[in-house]
C-alpha cells in the first residue's frame, strides 16, 4: 500500500486537531510566542522599513476589517498580516526554532489574529490555529534543514507560508482534504533569499510569507486544488529548494511530539547564534573588566552556521545584529547587548569599530548550533576563555515569565506604548479564556 502524502497526513492533523488534547504547557508556550511576537513588533511601530509598506498596502487595501499593530487604523486581513508580520520579525528580537532558525511566529501570528478580529473568533481558536501553524512550519523546515538555508533560502519566510496557510485554514474550518490543498498552494506562494538578511527586503518576504499563505488557505476554501506530492513530489517543493528531504520529519509523531514546544525567546536583538558569543563575553568582562585598549585579540569559534552568518563587515544595523565582531564588542566594552546597542549610533561609535577589527571568527565544527568559545587574548600576554553551549533564552535555559514580561514593557516603550503595556500582557496572557479577541486588537491600535 502506497505511503500518504506528507500534505495529507498534514491536512489530517491540522482538521483533525482537537484543542481539548492540546496540553497545558503546549498552551503555554503558545501564549508565550504571540506575547514575544507583539512586543517586538509595537517596538518598531514607528520606523520607516514598517511605515512605508504602510503606506503602500493602505493604498491597495479593501475594506479595512483587521488591526496594524500600534498604527491606529485597520486594513483588509491581507494587507495587515503583511505589514505586522514584517514588524514582528524587524529587529531579528523574535522567537526561534534553533534546528531550523525559523521565526514561527512573524509568519503565523498575524494571519490568527487578523482572522480572529475578521470573524469574532476566540482567544482559544487564535491559539490552537498558531500553535498548529507553527507546528505545520517547523516540521517542513526540519525536512530540508540545513540544505536549504544553505542555498540561499530564508528559511522563515519559506517555511512561515506553509505555517501561515496551515494556520488559516484551521481557522477557516477547512476540511482535512482542503487542507492538504492550501499546504499545496503555499508551496507555489514560498520565497525569500539570504542574500536580503542585510537589507528590509529580508522582511518582506516574512510578510509575503503570511499574507501568501492566508491567500492560499482562502484558495482552497474556494475549491482550488493543488498537486497531491506538491511538498515532497520529484518536482516538488522540497526537491526544487533543497536537497533530497526527510519526509519522516515532517510527518512521524503529529500530535504527540511537538517542534513548537522547542521555541526559544531572545533576550538580545541579534540573530539567535549570536547569544551564545555575547553571554561569554559578558561573562569574561565581569571576571575581568578592562578598558578596550588592554585587550590585543579576540576569538570567537562556532559552528559552520555562526560563521556563514556572522563573519561580516559592519556597515548598518542589519549587519550589526547578525555580526560576531559586534556581538563580542558590546560584551566586552560596553556590558550590554539591548536594542540601541545595535542601532546605526553604535554601528558608527569608533571605539566599537575598532574593537571589532580585533575579533576574528574560526570554526570548531564540535561545538553545537548555538554554541560558542571566546577566547581573550589582553595586552599583558595573558589570556582567558569562556564556553557558553546554553545561551540565556535557549531551549535548556529559557526566558522566565518576567523576563518575558518585562522584555515586552521594554519594547513598548520603544514604539511609545508604555502606558497601554500592562493592559496589553494582561489580555495577551488571558487569550486561552477570552471569548472574542477583539479587546485585545482594540488594545493593540
Known amino acids: 500500500m502506497a505511503q500518504p502524502y506528507a500534505g495529507e497526513l498534514l491536512g489530517r492533523f491540522i482538521a483533525g486537531s482537537d484543542w481539548a488534547a492540546i496540553p497545558p504547557a503546549l498552551r503555554q508556550e503558545g501564549v508565550r510566542s504571540i506575547l514575544n ?134 481557522l477557516l474550518g477547512l476540511s482535512a482534504t482542503q487542507c492538504w490543498h492550501a499546504l499545496g498552494i503555499a508551496s507555489s506562494q514560498s520565497a525569500g533569499t539570504v542574500e536580503n538578511l542585510p537589507s528590509a527586503a529580508k522582511n518582506v518576504s516574512v510578510g509575503n510569507a503570511a499574507r501568501l499563505g492566508l491567500f492560499a488557505a482562502l484558495l482552497a476554501e474556494a475549491g482550488y486544488e493543488a498537486a497531491p506530492a506538491a511538498i515532497e513530489g520529484p518536482l516538488g517543493w522540497a526537491r526544487a529548494m533543497g536537497d533530497e528531504p526527510d519526509v519522516a520529519a515532517i510527518t512521524e509523531g503529529l500530535g504527540t511530539r511537538w517542534e513548537i514546544a522547542r521555541t526559544t525567546y531572545k533576550p538580545y536583538p541579534a540573530g539567535i547564534v549570536f547569544h551564545a558569543v555575547i553571554d561569554a563575553c559578558l561573562a569574561l568582562r565581569a571576571a575581568r573588566p578592562v578598558p578596550p585598549e588592554a585587550i590585543a585579540a579576540v576569538e570567537v569559534a562556532g559552528d559552520a552556521l555562526l560563521l556563514a552568518r556572522g563573519d561580516r563587515a559592519v556597515r548598518n544595523n542589519r549587519d550589526a545584529r547578525v555580526s560576531i565582531h559586534h556581538s563580542a564588542a558590546l560584551g566586552l566594552v560596553l556590558g550590554r547587548a539591548g536594542v540601541a546597542e545595535f542601532e546605526q549610533a553604535a554601528v558608527d561609535d569608533p571605539v566599537l569599530a575598532a574593537f571589532r577589527a580585533k575579533v576574528t571568527a574560526k570554526l570548531d565544527a564540535g561545538l553545537p548550533r548555538g554554541a560558542a568559545r571566546v577566547t581573550v587574548r589582553y595586552a599583558d600576554g595573558s589570556a582567558a576563555e569562556r564556553v557558553v553551549t546554553d545561551p540565556v533564552g535557549s531551549e535548556a535555559n529559557p526566558l522566565s515569565e518576567a523576563a518575558l514580561d518585562a522584555k515586552y514593557r521594554d519594547n513598548a516603550a520603544l514604539g511609545g506604548f508604555a502606558e497601554r503595556a500592562e493592559a496589553q500582557i494582561a489580555a495577551i496572557r488571558g487569550l486561552e479564556t477570552a471569548a472574542d479577541i477583539r479587546p485585545l486588537m482594540a488594545l493593540l491600535a
Open 37 to 170: 511576537h507583539i512586543g517586538c513588533a509595537l517596538g518598531v511601530a514607528r520606523d520607516p522599513a514598517v511605515l512605508t509598506p504602510l503606506g503602500v498596502m493602505r493604498g491597495l487595501s479593501a475594506a479595512p476589517t483587521a488591526t496594524v499593530y500600534g498604527q491606529g487604523l485597520k486594513l483588509d486581513a491581507m494587507g495587515a498580516v503583511f505589514v505586522n508580520a514584517i514588524a514582528g520579525n524587524l529587529l531579528d528580537y523574535d522567537d526561534t526554532h534553533l534546528n531550523t532558525v525559523i521565526h514561527p511566529a512573524a509568519p503565523v501570528a498575524p494571519v490568527c489574529l487578523a482572522l480572529a478580529e475578521q470573524r469574532g473568533l476566540s482567544g482559544a481558536q487564535v491559539l490552537h490555529a498558531f500553535l498548529l501553524g507553527g507546528e505545520v512550519e517547523c516540521r517542513i523546515g526540519n525536512a530540508v534543514s540545513p540544505g536549504h538555508y544553505a542555498r540561499g533560502w530564508h528559511i522563515t519566510s519559506t517555511c512561515g507560508a506553509f505555517g501561515a496557510a496551515a494556520a488559516a485554514a484551521k
